[in-house]
């Protein structure tokens, strides 16, 4: 069966995030052979409307409104269910990132549908359309099919690829108006307190922390290893509750999920609540001086060591392979 997918493409300082070609690529598999359709909500966002189709997006609707600048649920909401009245689709896919995890359960209220959240994967298998999510903190995967109705998806960055992207790739764009009622939430002003670089969710490296790190000194090495594999510092809730870092850099059950590429873990023992946030990453490394510390059993790679030794060894070797 045919579907028009809806597919919301998220901004972030200007730029559309990864997290937007891969629903885009979800929604393809969603929409078997129907339209996708990429949204488009801010103040100028029409010029990243070629982006979304390049990347596989067959149109692309756009909402432009002074009071959509920042998100807020509230504006977000009233745009998106707008565009839900003007094109009744039969998908939608949303990223699982902080907007999608706070948008997206609003809208499937207002629609009194149901939401598969944080799907890690997505097939079409004995004529379904099967989605995969992780429970348990992710010592578990469910699989999910929709029998009626609405399919909605959450799907987590880094897990389904995008299409490759197809500079010829052309498609109609066109706006809608919707009249933005009264926003009763108000953004006074948007404090970053991450480390500026690779956002941490997306990072295709990532170079986590622990109490092993010992300061917030400690993290040093950690940063310029993270800058030569370009790729993003985190940390477990260990090494922030000793405040040697933000807790915005927390990686863990209660902290941010992750699934890099890469993940250096580097003086973290491996509590079952840090694992619950990053045991899905493609390729694991531990560095811990501890040999039975519990990180080494779900390392693929292990080194046993002081990690004010290791480190900047990688360090170097890496600057020499990639710089
Ligand atoms: P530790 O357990 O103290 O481990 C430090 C490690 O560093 C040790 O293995 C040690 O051998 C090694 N080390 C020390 N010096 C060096 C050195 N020089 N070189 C190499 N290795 C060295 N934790 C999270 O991370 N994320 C969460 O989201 C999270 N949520 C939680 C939710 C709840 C409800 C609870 C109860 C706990 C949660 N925790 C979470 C905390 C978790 O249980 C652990 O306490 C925490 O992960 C431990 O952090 P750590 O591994 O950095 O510290």
Redesign the pocket.
Known sequence: MTRKVLVLGEVRDGSLRNVSFEAIAAAKTTAEGGEVVGVLIGNSVNALSGELIQFGADRVVTIEDEKLKQYTPDGYSQAIMAVIDAEKPEGLIFGHTALGKDLAPKIAAKLNSGLISDVTALEVAGGNLVFTRPIYSGKAFEKKIVTDGLIFATIRPNNISPLEKGESRTGEVSSLSVDIKDLRTIIKEVVRKASEGVDLSEAKVIVAG???V?SEEGFSPLQELAKVLNGAVG?????CDADYCDYSL??????KVVTPDLYIA?????????L??MSNSKVIVA????PE?N?FKVADYGIV????EVVPMLTEEFRKLLV
């Open positions: 622990g109490r092993g010992k940390a477990s809730r260990g090494a927390q990686i863990g059950q209660t902290g580097c003086g973290i023992s491996g509590a079952i609540q840090h619950a946030g560095i811990n001086k501890d510390a990180i060591g002081d990690l004010f």
